[in-house]
């Protein structure tokens, strides 16, 4: 991880690896609030955090190899939920990653799991543009649209738009909604969804721009 972008003799078998070592941990992270702090619970974190982040390194800098997390996301996105903000990052970093992928935003579409994204828009405040741009990639894919909708993501979305003190945020927001309601079959029930709280020429603006 101190050098991310060394060459890696196998970094498909290396992701492989990471992946399978992850899902190990998986039990013990997802679990946290109900075990005893120890040192051995504080290298699981340790390890785990450095695992994501070579996870991060290695599909971002070896193009094709984010195609072994198919089958995986449910994992990498229940990862999110743990207690323990350095793995929230690190799974955050990871998704974001693959996004790049139209094959891997297939599979998230199909793993259902958006709702752990959303959630921490609240939880890891400081990684909200990162998440919403992952999102944004995210919204290509009519099904994940359509999953949003239904797990309210034009609530999240719109009271980030009204409340967040941040310029970009709010800007990302809006090209979000946008984005979702320009989407040919879930678009219009987005756009009845935004008229419920905002006028009609809100939500147009938010379209045209």
């Known amino acids: 991880n101190q050098q991310p972008t060394y060459p890696i003799q196998n970094p498909k078998n290396f992701t492989i ?12 992270l997802l679990n946290l609030v109900n075990i005893a702090y120890s040192v051995t619970i504080e290298d699981r974190l340790k390890n785990s955090v450095m695992a994501l982040d070579a996870l991060t390194n ?3 800098n070896n193009t094709g ?5 198919i089958g995986h996301f449910r994992l990498l ?4 939920n743990v207690s323990h903000i350095p793995i929230q990052k690190g799974a955050l970093s990871v998704i974001s990653v693959v996004t790049r992928n139209n094959e891997c935003i297939n599979d998230i579409a199909a793993s259902d799991v958006l709702g752990y994204l959303l959630l921490v828009l609240y939880t890891i405040q400081d990684s909200q543009p990162q998440i919403l741009d992952t999102l944004y990639a995210l919204m290509a894919t009519t099904k994940i649209v359509k999953e949003a909708l239904n797990k309210g993501a034009v609530i999240y979305l719109l009271d980030l738009f009204c409340n967040s003190t941040s310029q970009n945020v709010r800007q990302t927001c809006a090209e979000l909604l946008a984005r979702m309601s320009l989407d040919k079959l879930v678009g219009p029930k987005v756009r009845l969804a935004l008229g419920v709280f905002l006028p009609p020429i809100f939500a147009d603006a938010m379209r045209d721009s």
Do not use: P, T, W
């Open 17 to 28: 690896d990471l992946l399978n070592f992850l899902k190990e941990q998986s039990e013990y």
């Open 58 to 60: 290695v599909i971002r």
């Open 65 to 69: 190899v984010e195609m072994q997390c």
């Open 77 to 80: 996105f229940s990862l999110l």
